[in-house]
RNA sequence: GCGCUCGUAGCUCAGUUGGAUAGAGCGUUUGGCUACGAACCAAAAGGUCGGGAGUUCGAAUCUCUUCGAGCGUACCA
């Protein structure tokens, strides 16, 4: 990275320097201590480096250190300035040409760090209940989940996608007994969901069971002529098997169309049936961490900074949401995973501290654990909140995919810091206008397309009727960007340089963003990418008169399309070649 | 009450480990298409970084305090 050359360059001068004892009290220099940023105003250069913490131990007045550096500094096309206790840096062509030559070699992975230390890892994302269609919330964990998952992969880590199907609990029994109340009224009977709130908290009462029933009719027809109709005959886990299986498989249909790839849905309930939740309790009771209070067994989680215990077995012998997660991350940890990252809803946020405190408990090491807060998501349309509370009037995640499209819908999900809450702007996010950043990218990489399309495709003279040759025919386009010609490429450098620098962020943008887990600087990334492109396009023309200029802004182009569609493809937002 | 997250331009948000004049998009205003896609570009205006105190040569960033918003504080999942 250029970065990291200005800072190697910079620092084998203050070791010299020291030799010469040209640093004043400074006798000695360990490397990796200055810091390199940007600098605010880029007149200064591409970057910098402060060396204003270095006066201390020098005593000389930092603009003072800083020209002694820049002396010993050994000589490159590069420009290197001082300008108050700072070492600007300006890259010379040549580096500018070594990361066109680097893009050209290695293509969709460009990007790709070296010499990274590679972990093994599970990433738990949306983990929704089998009991409804997903709402706006999962589509933000399904969008960032998945985008996390392509750049940890990207940056070189294994990666394991798992989805966590809350399967088990009293859910189940909820969803079975309101399919039943909807089968009964497609049935003619003239029941419904109980109008007292305590008691209508044991239904579902949205109408998306709806269908459900009316397909339960078609499927279960001869079970139902059997009995004569009458439900009651029937077992209800009949009805609870049947709705779960037809939620998941409407859940998952939604992740395929969002291009959401698990590598296994785990089931909580083959967890209960496989004995593992037993063995953890057992395991708990054994290290002596249980105790039991008002008919309950209790963990004492408090004994591992969690901020109170925490009941394991009920009163009546079955069987908290925790003990089940207990075990499931026991299981993650047994099946050889060096970390595991969750996505969990900011509600969530108090479950944390109980869940590394079991993990610690069992003997293992509870930092492998890494949860992901995200706060929540609003609805917002044309300027106005909408209230998610009430299940009635819920939009869906599938109702607004339907209605923005999974490229926009994915984008805006992935946009935003995972810790503030995000406004869902669903008039904003529909717009094909400038005020869509979605649509300003993939404009961009639809328009390096047309220019390629442009160069390589014949034209006829509007006067004349005559037909004009393309620049370059296909066979030499593509031979030109399968052979990577320095000569070639070196004369569009000087007016691309913003360009190009914005292209070498990439490198240092996947670092980042796979060291802290975030992904919306993705997002603004591609934007400022675009932006460098359009900035680009508008002061320089492509096609031009010079062959060799042309082809080698065609080069250049080549590889901008290439770094924007490598970025896009993290985020799994397609890069359109037309639009 | 306690805990977590947040508070930066009219709006939505960036701001690396404390460093140069606090940035971007939208909105507003002004320019730019008889050549590669104007779904674009160039430029201007717009700020007491919620308030207060402290640490430091230096604070949006660290500490304390205060105000405001969201979430959590189950033998629900």
């Not at 004043?24 to 810091?35: A, D, F, I």
């Not at 998306?208 to 029933?213: M, Q, R, S």
């Not at 299981?331 to 479950?351: Q, V």
């Amino acid at each position: 990275m250029f970065k990291n050359y200005f800072l190697d360059k910079v620092e084998n001068a203050i070791i010299k320097a020291i030799e010469a004892g040209k640093l004043g009290q400074m006798s000695e220099y360990t490397k990796g201590s200055l810091p390199v940023e940007k600098p605010k105003n880029p007149d200064f250069g591409d970057f910098a480096v402060n060396v204003s913490s270095l006066a201390r131990s020098a005593r000389i007045a930092p603009p003072m250190i800083a020209n002694a550096i820049v002396e010993f500094i050994d000589k490159d096309d590069c420009e290197y300035s001082v300008i108050g206790g700072f070492i600007n840096f300006k890259a010379g062509d040549s580096l500018l040409v070594n990361l066109l030559e680097e893009i050209y070699n290695k293509r969709e992975e460009f990007g790709r760090p070296e010499n990274i230390e590679k972990e093994k890892i599970i990433l738990e994302y949306i983990s929704a209940n089998p009991t409804g269609p997903f709402h706006i919330g999962h589509g933000r964990w399904a969008a960032m989940g998945s985008a996390l998952a392509n750049l940890l992969k990207f940056y070189g880590h294994e990666v394991y996608q798992e989805f966590y199907i809350n399967d088990a609990g009293s859910q189940i029994q909820k969803l079975g007994r309101s399919l039943v109340i909807r089968i009964r009224q497609a049935l003619g009977e003239n029941v419904d969901f109980p109008q007292d709130e305590t008691e209508r908290k044991n239904y579902y009462p949205g109408d998306y069971l709806i269908p459900v029933a009316e397909q339960f009719l078609k499927d279960k027809k001869d079970l139902l002529d059997s009995v004569s109709n009458d439900l009651d005959k029937i077992d209800l886990q009949v009805f609870c098997d049947y709705a779960k299986a037809y939620e998941e498989k409407v859940q998952r249909d939604l992740l395929d169309n969002f291009r959401v790839t698990f590598d296994k849905f785990y089931s909580e309930l083959s967890l209960h049936n496989s004995g593992k939740v037993e063995q953890c309790v057992q395991k708990l009771r054994d290290s002596g961490k249980i105790y039991t209070k008002e008919g309950a067994e209790w963990f004492k989680s408090s004994d591992y900074g969690d901020d109170q215990d925490r009941v394991i077995k009920k009163a009546d012998g079955s069987n908290t949401y925790l003990t089940a997660d207990i075990a499931y991350h026991i299981d993650k940890l047994e099946r050889g995973f060096d970390r595991m990252i969750n996505i969990w809803g900011a509600d969530h946020h108090g479950y944390v501290a109980r869940v590394k405190a079991s993990i610690e408990a069992l003997g293992y090491d509870p930092n492998k654990l890494e949860v992901l807060l995200g706060q929540l998501v609003n609805l917002v349309i044309n300027g106005n909140e909408v209230r998610m509370g009430k299940r009635k009037n819920m939009v869906t995640l599938e109702d607004l995919i339907d209605e923005v499209g999974v490229d926009a819908t994915r984008f805006w999900m992935s946009m935003r810091n995972i810790d503030t809450t995000l406004d869902f702007d669903i008039e904003l996010a529909k717009t094909k206008s400038d005020e869509n950043p979605v649509f300003y990218v993939q404009y961009a990489h639809a328009r390096a397309c047309s220019i390629i399309r442009n160069a390589t495709s014949e034209k006829v003279d509007t006067e004349t009727g005559k037909t004009i040759p393309p620049v370059l025919t296909e066979e030499e386009f593509k031979k030109l960007v399968s052979n990577y010609d320095k000569n070639i490429a070196e004369k569009s450098v000087k007016d691309a340089r913003k360009l190009i620098l914005k292209l070498e962020d990439f490198k240092s943008l996947i670092v980042n963003s796979a060291q802290t887990r975030q992904v919306y600087t993705i997002c603004r990334y591609v934007q400022d990418l675009a932006a460098e492109f359009h900035s680009f396009y508008n002061s320089t023309r492509v096609i031009t008169e010079d062959l060799e200029l042309t082809k080698s802004r065609l080069m250049l182009i080549w590889a901008f399309k290439t770094v924007l569609s490598n970025a896009l493809g993290i985020l799994a937002v397609t890069a359109p070649e037309r639009m």
